[in-house]
């Protein structure tokens, strides 16, 4: 069933049916995917962790001296992320905190290394403040790996997130192949960076109107 941007929010029952069932792993695992862009010692930010499908294996992959800030509007979802990282000795790693739907809290810290939204943009209303706050949270050069499932989400979408990331800062640096998804790896850009902290975002209001009029 695909769904229109922003017009469903993942109740947590899917999150233990669906995002958790061991049969996910027979189309990625989350090492499969993270591999190539998590090294020890990285901060990393996932918004809409869910219960936590990668960010358990993010928090081994950073290492004692790295950390995964997970954000999510559920305080459910969080809870139940929460003890899954105590019972895997991971929770010193984590930073869980439940956020409002359009404010990551995120704004201008540009401290983070890598950015992953997996299977979440899809469920944001306004997507381009998301990518705006991604883009400001990262280092220059940091990435972001931006991931939707093909069943809920039409190519037409996919690609008008990415238009809507490269008006927020980021360039387009390659497209994985994630089985069952949409996927593409997201580079902060050190010229969209600048136009952003001139602007705050002012002239990329034609691009959000432009994303509202194409909703799928
Ligand atoms: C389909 S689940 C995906 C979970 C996880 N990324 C995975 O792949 O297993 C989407 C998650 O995004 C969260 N979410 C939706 N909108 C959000 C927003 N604006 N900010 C942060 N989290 C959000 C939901 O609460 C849910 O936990």
């Not at 008006?167 to 994985?176: I, L, N, T």
């Not at 050190?190 to 902290?197: N, Q, V």
Request: hydrophobic residues 40%; positive net charge.
């Amino acid at each position: 069933m695909s769904h229109k941007q922003g017009d469903h929010i993942c109740p947590p029952w899917v999150g233990v049916l669906s995002l958790l069932n061991p049969l996910r792993n027979v189309l990625y695992t989350p090492k499969s995917v993270l591999r190539p862009y998590v090294k020890e010692g990285m901060t990393v930010i996932e918004p809409g962790p869910g219960m936590g499908f990668f960010t358990l294996d993010a928090a081994r992959m950073v290492g004692p001296n790295g950390k995964v800030i997970a954000l999510d509007i559920q305080e459910s979802m969080l809870r139940a992320l929460r003890r899954r990282a105590e019972r895997a000795g991971l929770a010193s790693r984590l930073e869980l905190k439940a956020v409002e739907p359009n404010d990551l809290g995120i704004r201008g810290k540009k401290a983070a290394d890598f950015f992953l939204a997996f299977a979440m943009v899809h469920e944001v209303s306004d997507p381009l403040r998301f990518f705006e706050q991604a883009c400001e949270s990262l280092k220059t050069g940091g990435k972001l790996l931006l991931a939707e499932p093909r069943g809920h989400v039409s190519e037409e979408s996919f690609e008008r997130q990415l238009g809507l990331a490269v008006a927020a800062g980021f360039k387009v640096q390659s497209r994985p192949a994630i089985r069952w998804s949409w996927a593409a790896l997201l580079e902060k850009s050190a010229r969209e960076t600048r136009a952003l902290g001139k602007t705050g975002g002012a002239k990329r209001s034609g691009a959000r109107g432009n994303a509202s009029q194409k909703r799928s």
